[in-house]
C-alpha cells in the first residue's frame, strides 16, 4: 500500500497508523492489498535514483544506490514486513536450534539463475564464505560467528555457530546479503568480476545494458520463481529503467511531467513535496526505508576536556528542540527521537531512558554547575561543529539553539571525504552532525557507535571517542545471548546508559520517502521497501 497524502498527516502524528497485518503470499514479502484495482500486466516503469551507483551488486558493499538498483536483480534469503521481522525470499522457512547455534535455511525449489543453472544451497554457501565473511563490511561481523556452512542438500542450509548469533536473521536480505551464483564467481576475483556489472541474477528482472551517465535497463524474468496472490506468473513489468539525474529539481520535474513514475530514497526534496500533495496525481510512500532505522545525531568528541564532562553534553540536549528542528527543516517527515535505538525497531526499542526536554534554564544550569559560565560577552564555550552534505540546515539550527545557551558554534563543512577524515581518522573535531542507519538489529547497528573496540580509525565507527566498560559488557553480552527476552532486557539497559551518559544526541528520526505519480502500485509493503524486487509492481494503463 502506498500512502497519499491524504494519509500523511495521520502517518505523522502515530506511527501506529502504518501497522498491517500479514497475509500468505506466494511470493517474496509480507503483504496487504495495495488497491482495490486489479494488477496490470505489461508497461516500463521508470525510476530516478541518485547518485548514479558505482557496481550493480550489494553482496560486499551496502551503499544505498547500489542496492535499489541491483535488487530487481539480485535476492537475498528473506525480505522484511513493516515490523521489520523476516519474511521468505530465497528461503522459505528458517529454524534456530534452542542453544542459539545452529541456523537452518530451507531453500526455495525450482530458482533458476539468469543463465538458466539451477540455484542451489552451494550459492549460499559460497558467498557467505567467499564473500560476505571476507569482502562485506558489516557481513563480516554479522556472519563472524559461523564457523561452518553445510548443505546436506541442494535446498538446505545449515549454519553452525561457534556462539548465538541472534542479529544474523536480521542481515540477510538483499541490502544485507545478496546471493551470487558460485558457478560464475568462484576461483575469480570477486571485487573486479565483470558480473557486477552485468549482474546475473534470480530476480524478477534481468539486466540488459547500463549507459554510464544515463540509465540501467531491466527487462521481465519470463522464468521467475514469483506467483501472485491468483497463481499468475510475475513480474507484472515489462521492464524498469533507472535514470540518473543528478539534479533534484530536474527530478521532479521529470516526475511532474510524467517522464519518471517513482524516485525514491527521497530523492525529491521534502521542500518540495508540496508539489506533489495531489493523490489524483501522486502518492507518497512513507514506509519504504523502516529497515534502514535511520537517525539523525549530534556526536561529541569526549577527548576534548570540556566535553568528558557529561553534564555538559545533557546541557546542549536540553538546548535543543528537537521538535522544532522535526518541523522547521524536516518539515514533519520523520519523529523526534528518544534514544539510539530507533522506534520503528520495535523489538528492542524502550521510551524509557533518561530524556531531555527542551529547557534552556535547566540547560544554562547544567552549564553553571560544570564550571562554564558566562563571560562579559555571555559567551561560555566556543567549539568547531562539522556536518556533512546535505545537514547544512540542521547544523545551522543546532548553532543558533546552542547560542542561546552561551555556547558559540563555528560551522565546518567539507566534501564527504574531508567530512570523513576529520571526524574518524584525525578526530580533529568538536561536534558532528550527520545521520547513521542502525537496522533492526542493535548489534549489528548501534553497538558500533559506543563499543569501546570499536575506537577505531575508519568511518563510522565510535568516532566519539566514548567508553564505558559496563555498556561494553552489557553489549557484548547482549550480542550471543539466545534467549529473546534476556536480550531485550540488555538492550533496554544499554539504551539506558547511552542516554545518560549522552556521548551523542539522537535528535530525529527522519522518514525516507518516494514518491511516484498515482499510477504506479505495488501489492507489498516492505519495511526494506528501498531494496524491493519490484515483482509485485504494476502501472496503472495511462487513460487516453
Do not use: C
Not at 509480507?30 to 557496481?55: C, D, M, Q, R, W
Not at 549460499?124 to 556452512?149: D, I, S
Request: net charge positive; charged share 20%.
Amino acid at each position: 500500500m502506498l500512502f497519499t497524502r491524504r494519509h500523511l498527516l495521520a502517518a505523522l502524528s502515530s506511527t501506529s497508523a502504518l501497522g498491517l497485518s500479514i497475509a500468505p503470499l506466494a511470493t517474496a514479502a509480507a503483504a496487504t492489498p495495495a488497491s482495490a484495482a486489479s494488477p496490470h500486466f505489461g508497461g516500463v516503469l521508470n525510476v530516478a535514483v541518485s547518485p548514479e551507483p558505482t557496481l550493480l551488486t550489494s553482496a560486499f558493499i551496502t551503499t544505498m544506490n547500489i542496492g535499489q538498483v541491483s535488487s530487481k536483480v539480485l535476492e537475498g534469503l528473506v525480505a522484511y514486513d513493516l515490523d521489520l521481522k523476516p519474511v521468505p525470499a530465497l528461503a522459505t522457512s528458517w529454524a534456530t536450534a534452542p542453544d542459539g547455534k545452529t541456523i537452518t535455511f530451507n531453500l526455495r525449489k525450482g530458482v533458476k539463475w539468469h543463465d538458466g543453472k539451477d540455484f542451489t544451497a552451494a550459492d549460499v554457501a559460497f558467498t557467505l564464505k567467499e564473500v560476505w565473511q571476507k569482502l562485506h563490511p558489516f557481513g563480516r561481523a554479522a556472519f563472524a560467528n559461523v564457523q561452518e556452512v553445510l548443505t546436506p542438500d541442494a535446498h538446505t542450509v545449515v549454519l553452525k555457530l561457534s556462539a548465538p548469533a541472534p542479529y544474523l536473521l536480521n542481515y540477510a536480505n538483499t541490502y544485507g546479503a545478496q546471493i551470487l551464483p558460485k558457478h560464475l564467481y568462484e576461483g575469480k576475483d570477486v571485487l573486479t568480476h565483470p558480473a557486477n556489472n552485468a549482474p546475473i541474477g534470480t530476480g524478477p528482472f534481468v539486466f540488459k545494458e547500463w549507459v554510464k551517465g544515463s540509465h540501467v535497463r531491466l527487462e521481465r524474468n519470463p522464468q521467475y520463481w514469483g506467483k501472485d496472490a491468483q497463481g499468475k506468473q510475475l513480474p507484472y513489468l515489462d521492464g524498469i529503467v533507472f535514470r540518473f539525474l543528478p539534479d533534484p529539481a530536474a527530478r521532479a520535474v521529470a516526475l511532474q511531467a510524467g517522464e519518471l513514475d517513482v524516485a525514491l530514497g527521497s530523492s525529491i526534496p521534502v521542500t518540495s513535496l508540496a508539489n506533489f500533495k495531489d493523490p489524483k496525481r501522486y502518492t507518497i510512500n512513507l514506509d519504504d526505508g523502516r529497515y534502514l532505522s535511520t537517525i539523525f545525531l549530534t556526536q561529541f568528541n569526549v577527548r576534548r576536556p570540556q566535553l568528558q564532562d557529561k553534564r555538559v553534553r545533557q546541557a546542549f540536549a536540553h538546548a535543543i528542540d528537537r521538535n522544532a528542528l522535526l518541523k522547521v527543516v524536516y518539515l514533519g517527515y520523520g519523529k523526534a527521537a528518544t534514544g539510539p535505538i530507533p522506534s520503528s525497531v520495535v523489538q528492542y526499542y524502550t521510551p524509557n531512558t533518561p530524556q531531555y526536554a527542551f529547557d534552556l534554564k535547566k540547560a544554562g544550569e547544567l552549564l553553571d554547575a560544570a564550571g562554564l559560565k558566562k563571560d562579559a560577552k555571555g559567551v561560555r564555550l566556543k567549539v568547531n561543529l562539522d556536518y556533512d552534505t546535505g545537514s547544512n540546515r540542521a547544523a545551522e539550527f543546532i548553532k543558533q539553539s546552542l547560542a542561546r545557551v552561551g555556547v558559540q558554534v563555528n560551522l565546518r563543512t567539507g566534501d564527504t571525504a574531508t567530512f570523513l577524515r576529520r571526524i574518524f581518522t584525525e578526530q580533529d573535531y568538536d561536534l558532528m552532525v550527520s545521520s547513521l542507519h542502525r537496522l533492526p538489529d542493535p548489534t549489528l547497528g548501534v553497538q558500533r557507535l559506543f563499543w569501546t573496540k570499536n575506537i577505531v580509525k575508519a568511518p563510522w565507527t565510535n568516532g566519539s571517542g566514548y567508553s564505558n566498560p559496563k555498556l561494553d559488557q552489557i553489549m557484548e553480552a547482549a550480542a550471543v545471548e539466545a534467549d529473546a527476552a534476556k536480550r531485550t532486557q540488555l538492550i533496554h539497559e544499554w539504551q539506558r546508559i547511552a542516554q545518560e551518559d549522552l556521548p551523542l544526541i539522537d535528535l530525529i528520526e527522519p522518514t525516507w520517502v518516494t514518491v511516484s505519480t498515482a499510477r504506479f502500485h505495488t501489492t507489498m509493503r516492505q519495511g526494506d521497501g528501498l531494496f524491493a524486487s519490484y515483482a509485485d509492481a504494476w502501472l496503472q494503463p495511462k487513460t487516453p
